[in-house]
């Protein structure tokens, strides 16, 4: 599957600033997974990592009654403003992960999550907090693992959108370990991009560049076992 395919139907409308990710393949990707899953009027929905939240609007364009949040006030006033340029409703929280929600639960989570690996142990800052995500590129993942089987109700269900150079059988495993069913419902390969490309060197040291400089984007599914 090519990233003209992923493309080929009409996203929201997504104003991005400088320093918060801007929608790309792997946005995509997790969107049309998204239309997979039946969402109605019904359909309470929480965006993890919402960035522009082109992700959130797309599922309130659904009808879907959704929650976003992200560390960065730049990604919550552009998700916001994107809601508006939209005409949807959205509610925008700023905050780490699932701390500003408290006790709620949701039919549906949705997350793309930084997850490009880094060199060095320092916790990334600047325009970099949007895709860096430490050593192992799991700096975010494992934690959104852990705290899915508490933000889903019983029926609920998680789709998150990585790539194979974090470990997807390590997201597998680390799912399964907390009493949730997870596989793979969508995958695409596409060369890598500006920032895989510059730190190549690094990524060859540490054997990720394995595939001819090819990653995989994989969209997760788990629900409750």
């Known amino acids: 599957m090519t990233a003209d395919l992923l493309s080929s139907a009409s996203p929201a409308r997504c104003w991005v600033p400088r320093g918060v990710y801007r929608p790309q393949t792997d946005s995509l990707l997790l969107r049309r997974a998204l239309r997979c899953e ?55 929280r700023h905050g780490d992960l699932d701390s500003p929600l408290g006790p709620r639960r949701f039919d549906l989570v949705i997350t793309n999550p930084p997850y490009v690996p880094a060199p060095g142990d320092a916790v990334p800052k600047g325009s970099a907090r949007a895709w860096d995500a430490g050593i192992d590129g799991r700096l975010l993942i494992d934690r959104i693992c852990d705290a899915t089987p508490a933000l889903l109700r019983s029926s609920g269900r998680m789709l998150m959108v990585h790539s194979d150079l974090c470990g997807v059988p390590d997201t597998l495993a680390r799912l399964e370990d907390r009493g949730m069913r997870a596989r793979v419902v969508d995958r695409t390969r596409l060369p890598f991009g500006r920032v895989l490309r510059s730190r190549l060197g690094w990524l060859h040291e540490r054997g990720l560049a394995t595939s001819g400089d090819i990653e995989e984007l994989v969209v997760i599914r788990a629900e409750h076992a």
């Open 38 to 92: 039946g969402v109605t009027g019904r359909t309470e929905v929480l965006d993890l990592c919402t960035g522009s939240g082109l992700l959130a609007v797309e599922a309130a364009r659904l009808g879907a009654r959704v929650t976003a949040v992200d560390i960065s006030w730049r990604a919550v006033a552009a998700a916001r403003l994107n809601a508006l340029l939209n005409g949807v409703p959205l509610r925008v």
